[in-house]
């Protein structure tokens, strides 16, 4: 079945720096490749998304990248901000599930001022 | 505008109690999901259905179980608690299958199984 592996479990930037989180999956037909923030004691919230028929996708200081033949998908985050602290999960669709997600394990991101 | 209302927030439970643990959401969304989770292992998916009438087994489903009577309702019971089950839960709704886009959270109900 599908698996999602995510790096770094943590990650500490300065304010302004750049912060990449990566994941990999294992199903090569998965086709949706969602990210989700979830800052401490609230619900996960969607901040981006990709799907397998695109390359790249910005949203102001949010980028995701997506490798289908290395089954790979990263996000970026540029200038960071202490708003950005968080833990952020990548997910990746399950072929054949009618399009149940499987999560990878998480990132948490502290942004330093 | 409510969106997905999970209840309760929060509840100890003694070991070999029954537990139901409910979530409404009124935005018509087709599809609901049950997920838990758990320091260092992320969301995890119970139970889904994607539409009144059906549900499915997701990753961990064993010692849980799910209905799926209207569109609105779709709560988690566990028939018998026990401590491993102790975990943050959240339901979510999208409006139709995963594959159309965002999984909308309700806030999480926090189980302690003693």
């Known amino acids: 079945g599908e698996n999602v592996e995510q790096h770094p479990s943590t990650l500490s930037v300065q304010e302004g720096d750049s912060a990449v989180i990566k994941c990999t999956y294992s199903d090569s037909a998965s086709n949706y490749f969602p990210w989700y923030k979830q800052e401490l004691g609230k619900r996960p919230q969607l901040i981006i998304d990709?799907?397998?028929?695109?390359g790249e996708k910005k949203d102001q200081r949010i980028a995701v990248t997506l490798n289908k033949t290395a089954k790979h998908f990263s996000l970026h985050i540029t200038e960071t901000q202490p708003e950005d602290s968080a833990v952020y999960f990548c997910a990746a669709s399950i072929s054949g599930s009618q399009g149940n997600l499987i999560f990878g394990k998480g990132t948490k991101l502290s942004v330093k001022p | 505008i409510a969106g997905i209302t999970q209840a309760p927030t929060s509840q100890i439970l003694a070991a070999g109690r029954r537990m139901t643990l409910r979530c409404t959401q009124d935005m018509r969304h087709n599809a609901m999901y049950w997920y838990r989770q758990d320091l260092g292992l992320g969301l995890r998916l119970i139970h889904y259905s994607n539409t009144a009438g059906t549900t499915g087994k997701g990753e961990v489903p064993d010692g849980y179980s799910v209905s799926r009577a209207n569109t609105d309702d779709f709560p988690l019971t566990l028939a018998s608690a026990v401590p491993s089950q102790t975990s943050v839960y959240f339901c979510?709704?999208?409006?139709?299958?995963?594959?159309?886009?965002?999984?909308?959270f309700g806030e999480g109900s926090r189980l302690t199984v003693l």
């Open positions: 990709i799907r397998s028929n695109v």
């Open positions: 979510a709704s999208s409006p139709q299958g995963l594959s159309t886009g965002e999984l909308f």
